[in-house]
C-alpha cells in the first residue's frame, strides 16, 4: 500500500473514531501531513477521499460519507500516523544515493 494510501486510510480511521463529523482544523493527521509534508500534500490526499466519494468537505467541516469499524483507537492511529509521516518526510529530505 502506498504512503499516499495509508495516510488516507489513517484520515479516514480517525474522522470515523470523531464520530463522522469534525472541523479540518481539528483533524490531528490532517495537521499532521500539512506541517511535515505541505499543505499541497495534504490538500491532494483530501481531493482524491472528497472525489471518490468517502468524504464531503464544506466550510471548513469534514465529514465521513461511508462510514465503517475499526479496531483502532485514537492514539494508536495518531502514533502510526506520526511515525509514517516522519519516516516520508526523511525520505524525502535525504540526498540521492550514487
Known sequence: MSTEARLALLLLEELELKGGKAKLKYLK????????????????????????????V??????LLRRFKTDKNLSRTYREARELVINT?????RPPSR
Not at 518526510?89 to 529530505?93: A, G, K, P, V
Request: net charge positive.
Open 29 to 56: 493527521v490532517y495537521r499532521l501531513i500539512s506541517y511535515w509534508l505541505g499543505d499541497e500534500y495534504a490538500r491532494r490526499i483530501m481531493g482524491r477521499l472528497a472525489s471518490s466519494g468517502y468524504i464531503s
Open 58 to 63: 464544506k466550510d471548513g467541516v469534514v465529514e
Open 89 to 93: 518526510y526523511l525520505t524525502m529530505q
